[in-house]
């Protein structure tokens, strides 16, 4: 009988064995070291799988030469997420456009493949069958966390369906970058589907201060300044604007062209620390007439998301900034303290944001 050996005597079947051993020791120790960070990775593996077969689904369907029944509405926003109410605001999903709407199924049909699910696609009439039984959804879904499916269909029949991910892994720079390498035209989210000039993203110069830096934006801040990856929403860092003790406003902008008559709008997460200026982020003309801001954010507050949006009428260029404002405040020098810190800007054309990572 031949004995495969080699020369230290280990069989060849003794050598897989231990190569399997290894192999579920390094699982075991990557999942010890950083568990909630290999956790994020298997939830983006699955919002992969989902949207690239759920892509297939509408591309089968959509050019099998059936007929079709619907591939939904345009100027809708179609999400995940079951609702009881079909416009989905009992979710507090980020506002709209005017003219643009959000759709949701309930919670006993969303899930269903026969147009009355989440998609209102009736999968189920396709002739040749896609061997499901149920719609996949998004492994958190949830509005609070910005984790749940988007789908959107143009006039002319294009479509796009997107998620957010959220493991380092899978995102900007990351070993299995899907966001920014998916042919999709904003570089935060990872979108699939045959159209993705429905919603155009104005993204920001260095939106997600990958540099380490400021590059790309104006300082007008005083105090501690800067970027910092001490304290991060999902970019690598964020900036920050500390005890800036100025009567008034302090920013970083960016002047930004822009199409005239058209709604724009600012996005960002924004953290406070004892902060008792109002941070709040917005868009203004270049001589800061006009502004429109978001909400306020002060005191001391988890990663909270704003919006702003202003049409453009004449302007040709808008300027969106970041900001701990003081106007008003007692006197001069005496200005906002405490720490703001701001994540992951975008600038948006036609006023549909959906990148609320």
Known sequence: MISFKNKLGFSLLEM??????LAVLVSVAVMVINPIEYLRQARDSTRVSDLNNINTYISRYKYSGQRIDSLGNINVVYVSIPSNLSDC??????????GWAYKCATETDYKKIDGTGWLPINLAAFSGGFGISALSVDPTNTASDGLYYKYIISASGGFEINASMESRKFNIGGKSDKVSTDGGDDPYIYEVGTNFDIFKYEVLTNADFGAGSLSGWVNWASGTTGTTNSLVHWAPNSAIIQNSNSYCNNYYAQDIAVSQNTDYTIGAWIKTVSEVGNSFIGIADTSWGGWIGS???TGTNNWTYVTATKNSGALSTMRFFLSVGWCGGPSPGNGPSGTTYFAEPSAVRGSLLLNNK
């Open 295 to 297: 909400s306020q954010v």
């Open 16 to 21: 897989l064995i231990s190569i399997g051993i």
């Open 89 to 98: 605001s009992d979710l507090g999903l980020p506002a709209l456009a005017s």
